[in-house]
């Protein structure tokens, strides 16, 4: 079965910072833009970033730009959302997604384009 693994959410203080990881299991990331979106409970899924292949396009939700950076490692295969600053209104579950890449090179945050999806990390932001 081919999915999307995420890895690096935790629990952590207003103002702190992490990582989190996608990993492909089945697949290779080649040719596939990645982008990361989240859901807080009750609320519907939102993006937060996209990252074209390689790597020449990206994209931030406007309540992230400026704290949060995404990113890819073609050679490891693997994806990154590096995030800092972050506040209360962050705190959700954090899913890491894939689709073809596109051919202008310009990844999307349209949710329904993305055809392999993680099961999602925990990222809570509490003091």
């Known amino acids: 079965q081919t999915q999307l693994v995420e890895s690096g959410g935790d629990l952590v203080q207003p103002g702190g910072s992490l990582r989190l990881s996608c990993t492909p299991s089945?697949?290779?990331?080649?040719?596939?833009?990645i982008a990361w979106f989240r859901q807080a409970p009750g609320k519907e899924r939102e993006a937060v970033s996209c990252?074209?292949?390689?790597?020449?396009?990206?994209k931030y939700a406007n309540s992230v730009k400026g704290r949060f950076t995404i990113s890819r490692d073609n050679t490891r295969d693997t994806a990154y959302l590096e995030m800092n600053g972050l506040k209360p209104e962050d705190t959700a579950v954090y899913f890491c997604?894939?689709?073809?890449?596109?051919?202008?090179?310009?990844?999307?945050?349209?949710?329904?384009?993305?055809?392999?999806w993680g099961q999602g990390t925990q990222v809570t932001v509490s003091s």
């Open positions: 990252i074209s292949y390689p790597g020449t396009h990206t």
């Open positions: 997604a894939a689709t073809r890449n596109p051919s202008s090179g310009v990844c999307t945050f349209d949710k329904g384009r993305y055809v392999r």
């Open positions: 089945g697949f290779t990331l080649d040719y596939y833009s």
